[in-house]
């Protein structure tokens, strides 16, 4: 049985149009001057960077208004900083408290900040539907926010670290529905985002949606991915196989800067709004764009770092396997059954869980083996780089899962909201920062105008408009056959003389932990109720010194993930220990049986599945109710 209180949330899927973009600018931030790094700038890295989602900021939510209305009108339990465990949206003064708090923890401790997408609240209320002015406000007070809060006189640009947003699925009108670009959205958040996209880039966002930033100059970029064109429920385009549609022109200018980023030596972060789920019947991105996407990973695994993405407001992790791409053989999209595609939470990570029980095992329990570090040649040797003996078993199982560092897989990692769909969250990732002590920060990179040089792409673009018009006059001739094979060059592997990148073995900009933090706020309401009981109802002393999050766990030290770092194979290996049915003694936990069954005896649980759950959904939901959902 799943709970009840899951039942209302279910992951918005609507509606529908097609695309050209000019290849122009290709080029990464570039040219920068390191010569004059004037007066010593007291600078550094501090080795971490926040990645929060999903704020839904809503401005006519009401305290004490129902949760049944969306927290807009009637009478209920709406609490001033929003209503936990609902589907009502952000309420102002949540979102000014978590600002708050980030002013008094994080201001001066992270190096950059990932914000991938849906500012604006749900389009849910048919008595106020949404304007695209009020969707543009709220995300302009929220980009203004960003900018109050890390607002520095002394950095090139104001701001004191770089800022990436993505456009989510609900920053747009009507909901899910984003058009080829140039369109009005790409046009209004390139101005509400001027601080944040570095300004040669300008030009590209508008017509994409899309843009790449130096993070840490000459060293790491993030790459704001727009997955409103990967979007399977976008119904205005079509996939990323055509060359018609803008998901192709997309994945090409992506393909251009991973390209262009190893060549450079330098790594990349990937951001977006909508994840690349896929498991079980659900799917969140068309087909031929998780081919793609799966297909980069692979073969840029010495470049991307690792990707981030929101939407799902669940706490969880995905891995694809490279195994599963085959480009050519995409040619029709699948077929989509719109009932099968609105599931609850709890059937995608049962979906989840299945797949990972078919990743291959290595000899003896995944809970307890240990990867070795790397081989001893390419080729398969018995011993290993620290000269322990691989048996021939072991060995099996990590050709096939590509060698010693998994690069058989990638993974994409997804953070809870905001929004208090259970409670609201944000995430502090913490990454590798040795040898790069000295560097010259974002803020401290002279804003180079002159820097915008575009790479020369007549010729291809020609081609392009050629195909176009080939490929109509095709339609017409013989319709409905035929497929075109797409026409595609994948890239490059990494070159075999290439150490693992760090996403696979940790080194320089490898994330290295992850530190949940949450916002308890039925406890925050039952102690202001108390305090106010005493206080006599002093309501202006709530919230003042408020602690608004706290930790909920930390990868670093936890006891149950037990995850030495967040390379390829430490998820691998947990997702392998989430999927056990009968894991070791280690991973077992007891607790109460099916309420319903006529044996309430108590039950042998994969403790390390029950945990994945438990934060899944952001610590709401109690014992009796994880105990309740289905494995
Ligand atoms: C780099 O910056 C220094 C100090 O601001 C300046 O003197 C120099 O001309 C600049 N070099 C270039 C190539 O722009
Ligand atoms: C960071 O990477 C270096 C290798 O470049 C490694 O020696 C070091 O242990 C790593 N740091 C942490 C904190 O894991
Ligand atoms: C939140 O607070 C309530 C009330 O104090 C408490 O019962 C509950 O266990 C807390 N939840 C978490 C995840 O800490």
Redesign the pocket.
């Known amino acids: 049985m799943i709970p009840r209180r899951l039942f209302p949330i279910l992951y918005g899927f609507g509606a529908a149009c097609a695309f050209a973009i000019p290849l122009a600018e290709q080029q990464v931030l570039g040219d920068i001057n390191n010569s004059g790094t004037e007066a010593q700038s007291s600078r550094h890295l501090s080795g971490r960077f926040l990645h929060i989602t999903d704020f839904h900021l809503d401005s006519h939510y009401k305290s004490g208004a129902s949760v049944d209305r969306g927290c807009h009108r009637g009478k209920g339990p709406a609490g001033s900083l929003g209503a936990e465990g609902s589907a009502c949206d952000s309420p102002l003064a949540l979102v000014d408290e978590t600002f708050r708090w980030m002013e008094k923890n994080l201001k001066g401790e992270i190096d950059f900040v990932l914000w991938t997408g849906d500012s604006a609240r749900h389009d849910n209320d048919e008595k106020i539907p949404r304007t695209a002015s009020e969707i543009i406000d709220l995300n302009k007070v929220l980009a203004t926010k960003f900018i109050d809060l890390f607002q520095d006189q002394g950095a090139t640009r104001g701001v004191s670290i770089p800022i990436i947003p993505t456009i989510g699925n609900n920053d747009i009108m009507p909901h899910n529905i984003f058009k080829e670009g140039p369109n009005r959205w790409t046009r209004k958040f390139t101005q509400v985002w001027a601080k944040f996209i570095p300004e040669h880039q300008w030009h590209t966002f508008e017509e994409g949606g899309w843009f790449s930033a130096e993070v840490i100059p000459n060293k790491l970029a993030a790459i704001s991915l727009n997955t409103m064109y990967f979007y399977e429920s976008n119904s205005a385009v079509d996939g990323c196989a055509a060359k018609s549609e803008p998901g192709f022109e997309h994945m090409e200018w992506l393909q251009i800067q991973l390209e262009i980023l190893r060549e450079r030596k330098m790594k990349a972060i990937l951001i977006g709004h909508v994840p690349p789920a896929r498991a079980g019947s659900k799917q969140n991105w068309d087909e031929t764009c998780w081919q793609k996407y799966t297909l980069f990973l692979n073969r840029f695994r010495d470049v991307v770092v690792g990707s981030v993405y929101g939407h799902m407001n669940i706490d969880h992790f995905m891995l694809q396997d490279s195994h599963d791409v085959d480009i050519l053989a995409v040619g029709e999209k699948p077929p989509n059954n719109p009932d099968l595609l609105v599931q609850s939470r709890t059937s995608y990570l049962t979906g989840l869980r299945e797949d990972w029980a078919e990743l291959p095992s290595p000899p003896g329990d995944m809970s307890t083996y240990s990867f070795p570090n790397g081989w001893a040649s390419a080729s398969d040797e018995a011993v290993d780089s620290l000269g322990r003996v691989l048996g021939k078993k072991e060995r099996k199982f990590l050709k096939k899962i590509g060698g010693p560092w998994a690069e058989r897989y990638s993974v994409s990692l997804v953070s809870p909201s905001v929004v208090p769909n259970y ?1 609201p969250t944000l995430r502090i990732v913490e990454y590798n920062i040795s040898g790069l002590e000295g560097v010259t920060t974002w803020a401290d990179t002279p804003y180079s105008h002159d820097s915008y040089d575009a790479i020369d792409w007549g010729s291809d673009s020609d081609e392009v408009g050629q195909q176009k018009k080939k490929k109509k006059k095709k339609g017409k001739k013989k319709k409905g056959k035929g497929k075109k094979k797409p026409h595609f060059k994948a890239p490059d592997d990494p070159s075999p003389t290439a150490p693992p990148g760090p996403a696979y073995s940790n080194q320089a900009l490898t994330w290295l932990s992850y530190a949940q933090y ?1 916002a ?4 925050i309401y ?2 202001t109720a108390e305090s106010s009981e005493s206080t006599l109802g002093s309501e202006e002393t709530e919230s003042r010194s408020l602690d608004l999050y ?1 930790l ?1 766990y930390d990868t670093r030290d936890d006891k149950i993930y037990e995850m030495e770092d967040l390379t390829v194979r430490s998820y691998f290996k947990l997702a392998k220990r989430i999927s056990k049915n009968n894991p070791g003694k280690d991973d077992m936990v007891t607790t109460n049986g099916d309420e319903t069954s006529e044996t309430k005896e108590k039950k042998q649980k994969n403790r390390v599945w029950r945990t994945f759950l438990d934060r899944a959904f ?3 939901l ?1 014992d009796d109710e994880l105990d309740d959902i289905k494995e």
């Open positions: 409670f949450f308890n706020l039925t406890d039952d102690s706290q909920e952001v610590g709401f109690t």
